[in-house]
Every structure is written in structure tokens, then in C-alpha cells.
């Protein structure tokens, strides 16, 4: 590699591997991915070598050129999945690798991580769509039309309910048992005035929105690489968030004074 990168241009070089590492881990990577893409985007700019360490809630990265190192620790935020947001960062280091001129490459990349494209769906289709998934899974377990209804829109408000608070910063365990608890009380309504012909599948069914696979997934594959630490601290949290709905069920079936629920 080159030995003309000052101090200042490894400072720089350092920080925006970690941003990008942040991005991968905030936005729902797995461990692999965000350690390889770190390293490689190093390297792609000049480094020697850069090495990662992940935990649960934060990241330390070192890069190492003309045998000085330069370390940093970041925190890390819980954002929601956006599996676009990922392909556009792999992009970018894939363009980064491929560039054969290093004229204000670093500028050029950094530029392009200012410019991520981080628009999501509208709130209002997100949650028709959630409603939808739950309605069609209750339809396919024999649920009548009305019950199909009720689920439809149990589903919807409870989704809206979660990005409105998770958009405010709400614990998101709190977020996840205010969940639960909308959308089982809409659905257990089901039983409070007899609609439909089964009202346990509208209950399971609205809240199946919170079931946490993505995370789960992640967790299982982290372990499986290695990545025991972050592995079972995301395992850990991802039950948190299981039992998180299940206080919201039973405080709205409680609520109702319902004592019969399950198939």
C-alpha cells in the first residue's frame, strides 16, 4: 500500500469505516457483513489493515497504515430494518474497490454516504399492509370474513401505533407491549361481542406483527460465525421483545376479563 497517508487523512479514513460499520449494525446487518464491508472500505481507501470489534451496543474499529494505529469506539442506536439502506452501502464499497483513480477518493465516498437514501414507505401503507398480512394469515387458519375484518384492523393500528412511537424514542420495549395490547384488544373484541366463528385465530393473529424473525435470524446466524457476544445479546434481546408482547396480550385479555384464549 502507499505510505504517503498523513495523519489526518487516516483520522478521516478511520471515521468513515466506523460510520459505516454504524450504519450496517443500526439498520440490521449481520456481524459478518458489518466487520467485512468495514474492513474492505478500509483497505479500498489505503489502509493496511483495519480491524473490528463488535458489541452489542457499539463498535471499535483500528486502522493501521505505515504501522500506526488509530482506534475509535462508537455507541450504536436501534434503527428499524432497511435492507435497502444496506444494498446501497455494499454499492458504494463495491464502487469504492472498483475506482482506479484515488484522486479525492475519500471525498467521492463520503459524499456517497451523505447521500444514502433513507426515504421509507409512507406510515399509512405500512400499516395497511401489516393489517393485510395478519387478515390473510387469519383467513388462512379458517377465520370468517368478519373475523378476517377485525383482524385486518387490529393489525393496521397496532403497526401504527409501533412506528408512531417508535419514531418518538420510546423504550422499545414499552413499544412492543403498548403493541401487543392494542392489537389484542381490538381483537379480542372478537369475543366480547361474538363476532365471527372462531375469535381465538383474530387474537393470534393481530399480533403477529411482532414476531421479531428478522433479529431472531440474525442472532442465530452471528452465533453460528462466531460472533457468540452480539449473537446472544441480540438472542436476549429478541426474547425480551417475545415476552414484551405477551405482557401486552395478557394485559388487554385481563382487561376484557377474558379467562379462555388458545386453540
Known amino acids: 500500500m502507499t505510505t504517503s497517508i498523513s495523519y489526518v487523512k487516516q483520522q478521516r479514513i478511520t471515521r468513515l469505516c466506523v460510520r459505516c460499520g454504524l450504519l450496517l449494525m443500526q439498520y440490521g446487518a449481520e456481524s459478518a457483513v458489518v466487520v467485512d464491508l468495514s474492513k474492505r472500505l478500509g483497505l479500498a481507501l489505503g489502509m493496511s489493515s483495519v480491524e473490528c ?10 486502522t493501521i497504515c505505515d504501522e500506526r494505529c488509530i482506534t475509535t469506539t462508537r455507541d450504536t442506536i ?5 435492507v435497502n439502506l444496506l444494498v446501497q452501502i455494499q454499492q458504494i464499497i463495491n ?3 472498483a475506482t482506479v483513480d484515488s484522486t479525492d477518493l475519500i471525498d467521492r465516498t463520503t459524499l456517497a454516504f451523505d447521500e444514502l437514501d433513507k426515504t421509507v414507505y409512507p406510515t399509512w401503507l405500512v400499516s395497511m399492509f401489516v393489517g393485510a398480512s395478519c387478515a390473510a394469515f387469519a383467513y388462512l387458519n379458517g377465520g370468517s370474513w368478519s373475523i378476517t375484518a377485525v383482524t385486518f384492523i387490529a393489525g393496521m393500528v ?3 401505533t409501533r412506528i408512531y412511537l417508535s419514531k418518538h424514542h420510546f423504550n422499545p420495549f414499552i413499544t412492543v407491549i403498548v403493541t401487543a395490547f392494542i392489537a389484542s384488544l381490538i381483537g379480542a373484541t372478537t369475543y366480547y361481542f361474538d363476532i365471527g366463528n372462531n375469535a381465538d385465530i383474530a387474537v393470534a393473529s393481530s399480533v403477529l406483527l411482532l414476531v421479531p424473525s428478522f433479529p431472531l435470524i440474525n442472532s442465530f446466524s452471528d452465533i453460528l460465525k462466531g460472533y457468540v457476544n452480539i449473537g446472544v445479546g441480540r438472542a436476549v434481546f ?3 421483545l417475545t415476552l414484551s408482547a405477551c405482557v401486552g396480550i395478557v394485559m388487554a385479555l385481563v382487561l376484557l376479563r377474558i379467562q379462555h384464549w388458545g386453540f
Open 53 to 62: 470489534s463488535l458489541n452489542f451496543n457499539a463498535i471499535t474499529l483500528t
Open 95 to 97: 464502487k469504492t474497490e
Open 238 to 240: 429478541t426474547y425480551m
Open 158 to 160: 397496532a403497526m401504527f
Open 78 to 82: 436501534n434503527q428499524s430494518i432497511n
